[in-house]
C-alpha cells in the first residue's frame, strides 16, 4: 500500500484550512463510525466523495493536530487523542449524560433489554450514552454508534420532538437522501406521531432490521441544551411488540421523567429518591 512521502508536520497555521476545509475535515472524521478500526484512503474517499488530493490534504492537517493518527506501516488512519478528548469533554459536560447512566441501567435490568439516550448527527442518529442488559443476546451498539433516522425508534423519536417547521426541513432531507423511500418515510412519521400523541411514546417493530423491536421518547432538557431521544429495544424473541406495548413503552416514560427530575433537582435529593 503506498505511504506517505513526507513526514507529518505542524500545519496548524496553515492558511488554507478556511471554512471549506474545516467543514470538509469534519466531514473526513465522520467517516469513522463505532465499528472503524481503521480507514484508508480509498475507503475515505468512497465514504466523503472528495478527490484523492483533498483527502491527502485533509488527512495530513488533521493528523499534524492530532485528530487522526497514521500507521506507517499499514497506510491507514486512526481516529486520534484529540478526537478522542474533545469527545470526551463535550459527553463529560453534558448534564443530561452524567444524569442518565444510572437510569439506562436500571431500565435494561429491569426490562432485560438495551436501553440507550442518543441525539442527531447529520442525517443519522448516534448514541451518547447506553447500558445493556447482562444475557447471552443483547444489541452490541455503543457511545458513538450510529442508527438510521427513520427507521428506527430512537430517530422517530427525535422526529416528533422536533419544531414542525425544522421537522419538515429534516424530512424533506432524508427523502432527498432516499427518493424511493419517501413513501415508507412518511408513513413510519405518521404513525409515530400518531403513537407518540396517543400513547406518550413512538414504536419500531423490525423497520430497521427484521428481528430488532424499540421504544423510543423524545426528551428536551429544560436547560437549553439539544433535543434528545431515549430508547429501549431487543431482540424480537426477547422483546415481543406486546412487551413494547404493555410494559416497555411506559417504563420508558417513567425514566424520562426521572431523568426531568434529576435534572432539575439541585439538591440532589432525586437522586437519593430514585
Request: charged share 20%.
Amino acid at each position: 500500500m503506498r505511504k506517505r512521502s513526507k513526514p507529518i508536520q505542524d500545519v496548524a497555521s496553515d492558511e488554507s484550512l478556511g471554512a471549506s476545509s474545516l467543514t470538509r475535515g469534519l466531514e473526513i472524521l465522520r467517516a469513522f463510525t463505532a465499528t472503524d478500526s481503521s480507514l484508508g484512503n480509498q475507503e475515505l474517499i468512497e465514504r466523503v466523495g472528495l478527490p484523492k488530493a483533498t483527502i491527502s490534504r485533509l488527512t495530513y492537517a488533521l493528523v499534524s493536530l492530532g485528530y487522526l493518527t497514521y500507521d506507517d506501516a499499514t497506510g491507514r488512519y486512526r481516529i486520534g487523542p484529540s478526537t478522542v478528548s474533545l469527545g470526551y469533554s463535550a459527553l463529560s459536560s453534558t448534564p443530561v449524560v452524567h444524569c442518565v447512566q444510572p437510569l439506562l441501567r436500571r431500565l435494561a435490568d429491569k426490562t432485560g433489554v438495551a436501553a440507550a439516550l442518543g441525539t442527531r448527527s447529520g442525517l443519522e442518529m448516534i448514541y451518547l450514552a447506553n447500558c445493556r442488559a447482562f444475557g447471552p443476546v443483547t444489541l452490541q451498539l455503543n457511545v458513538g454508534s450510529q442508527l438510521p433516522m427513520w427507521r428506527t425508534a430512537m430517530g422517530l423519536a427525535y422526529l416528533v420532538g422536533m419544531i414542525q417547521e425544522r421537522r419538515d426541513d429534516l424530512v424533506g432531507q432524508l427523502i432527498a437522501q432516499e427518493p424511493k423511500s419517501r413513501r415508507a418515510i412518511n408513513e413510519a412519521l405518521g404513525e409515530a406521531l400518531e403513537s407518540y400523541q396517543a400513547r406518550g411514546y413512538v414504536c419500531s417493530f423490525g423497520t430497521w432490521y427484521s428481528y430488532i423491536n424499540a421504544v423510543g421518547i423524545p426528551f428536551r432538557p429544560t436547560d437549553g441544551s439539544s433535543l434528545v431521544a431515549l430508547t429501549c429495544g431487543g431482540i424480537s424473541d426477547i422483546l415481543s411488540r406486546d412487551a413494547c406495548l404493555s410494559t416497555v413503552g411506559d417504563e420508558l416514560v417513567a425514566t424520562a421523567r426521572q431523568l426531568r427530575e434529576r435534572l432539575e433537582d439541585p439538591s440532589g435529593a432525586a437522586f437519593a429518591s430514585t
